[in-house]
Nanobody
Framework: QVQLVESGGGLVQAGGSLRLSCATS????????MGWFRQAPGKEREFVAT????????YYADSVKGRFTISRDNAKSTVYLQMNSLKPEDTAVYYC?????????????????WGQGTQITVSS
C-alpha cells in the first residue's frame, strides 16, 4: 500500500510561486508514474502534470505549461510541483497521485493511490 502526503500549499498573491511536495511510502517508488491533479470548487478534478518513474517523461496541461514544473527525487521517494506565475484560476485543492506502472499518464482513472490534497489559494 502506497501512502501519499502532500505539503507546501497555502495562500499566495497572483504572480507568486509555490512548491508542492508529495512524500510517499513504499520501497518501489521508481516503479510508479506520478501525477498532480487539482479540483476547484464546483468543478471536476483535472489533470495538471505527470512524470514517469525515471523522471524522463513529463507532460502538462495546457493551462499550466511553461509555468509549472513537475520533478521527482527517487532517492527521497518524493515528487514535486514547482508553480510559478500563479494566477487566481490556479486556486484549487491539489492532489498527488501514484499509478502502479512506470509510465506517466494524464488520466485520473489510471491512478491507484491518492493523497489527501492541499489547498492553493491565489489572490488577485
Amino acid at each position: 500500500q502506497v501512502q501519499l502526503v502532500e505539503s507546501g500549499g497555502g495562500l499566495v498573491q497572483a504572480g507568486g510561486s509555490l512548491r508542492l511536495s508529495c512524500a510517499t511510502s513504499g520501497r518501489t517508488f521508481v516503479g510508479y508514474g506520478m501525477g498532480w491533479f487539482r479540483q476547484a470548487p464546483g468543478k471536476e478534478r483535472e489533470f495538471v502534470a505527470t512524470i514517469s518513474g525515471g523522471g524522463g517523461r513529463t507532460y502538462y496541461a495546457d493551462s499550466v505549461k511553461g509555468r509549472f514544473t513537475i520533478s521527482r527525487d527517487n532517492a527521497k521517494s518524493t515528487v514535486y510541483l514547482q508553480m510559478n506565475s500563479l494566477k487566481p484560476e490556479d486556486t484549487a485543492v491539489y492532489y498527488c497521485a501514484a499509478r502502479s506502472g512506470y509510465y506517466a499518464s494524464n488520466s485520473a482513472r489510471e491512478y491507484d493511490h491518492w493523497g489527501q490534497g492541499t489547498q492553493i489559494t491565489v489572490s488577485s
